[in-house]
C-alpha cells in the first residue's frame, strides 16, 4: 500500500478515542449492541468499501467521499486503510493506515484496531453483513457507533441496511449520509 498522508491531529483524536473507548463520544444510537452472529470469511471481507452512512463522531467530522480498505497481512493481521476527503467529494484526501487483529472465538467477526503500534484498544464488530459481502454493518460495543458499508456507492443499498439496522436496534435518526 503507498504511504499514508497521516493527519498528526487526526490520527491524535484516533488515539485518544482508542484509549478513552468508554467515554462518551456522542449519544447512544442503541443500548443494547447485538452481538455479531455471522462469521466473517475475511478474504471476501478484505478490499474497498465505501461508507455511506455514519453516527457522527469527533474524528470523521467533515468527512465526505469516506472509504476503508482492508487488506491481509502475512502475520494473519488485516492492514487498514481509511481515507476522508475533507468538506467536500473534491477536498483534500486525509488518510490514516492501522492494523487489525482478530478476537479469538469470534467468527472473525470481531476486530481490535489499533492506529498506532501494539496499542489495539479499539473495537470494530461486523454486526451483520449481505451474503454476498456487498454491504457490511459495522459497530462497536458502547452503541456510540455506527458505520454502514457498501462496495458500491448504491442507495439501495443504504436503504437495505438503514432498515437492518434499525431492526438490530439502532436509532437510525442519529446517522449521517456520506456524500459519495
Known amino acids: ?22 467515554v462518551p463520544a456522542g449519544p447512544i ?22 461508507e455511506l452512512a455514519r453516527y457522527e463522531n469527533g474524528f470523521e467530522r467533515g468527512c465526505e467521499g469516506v472509504t476503508a480498505e482492508y487488506a491481509a497481512k502475512p502475520s494473519g493481521e488485516i492492514a487498514v486503510l481509511n481515507t476522508c476527503r ?22 472473525n467477526a470481531k476486530l481490535k484496531v489499533s492506529f498506532f503500534g501494539p496499542f489495539y484498544v479499539g473495537n470494530y464488530w461486523i454486526i451483520d453483513r449481505a ?24 442507495k439501495s443499498a443504504l436503504a437495505t441496511m438503514t432498515r437492518r439496522a434499525r431492526a438490530l436496534g439502532y436509532d437510525t435518526s442519529l446517522l449521517r449520509v456520506t456524500a459519495q
Do not use: H
Not at 475533507?86 to 467468527?107: D, F, N, Q, R, W
Open 1 to 22: 500500500m503507498p504511504a499514508a498522508n497521516v493527519d498528526r491531529p487526526l490520527a491524535f483524536l484516533l488515539f485518544a478515542l482508542a484509549l478513552a473507548g468508554c
Open 29 to 50: 444510537g442503541n443500548a443494547s449492541v447485538p452481538q455479531p452472529t455471522k462469521t466473517v470469511d475475511l478474504t471476501r471481507y478484505t478490499g474497498l468499501w465505501y
Open 86 to 107: 475533507t468538506g467536500s467529494l473534491t477536498g483534500p484526501a486525509k488518510t490514516i493506515e492501522g492494523s487489525a487483529k482478530i478476537v479469538p472465538k469470534s467468527g
Open 131 to 154: 451474503q454476498d459481502y456487498s454491504w457490511s454493518i459495522v459497530g462497536e460495543p458502547s452503541g456510540r457507533y455506527l458505520w454502514l458499508l457498501s462496495r458500491t456507492k448504491s
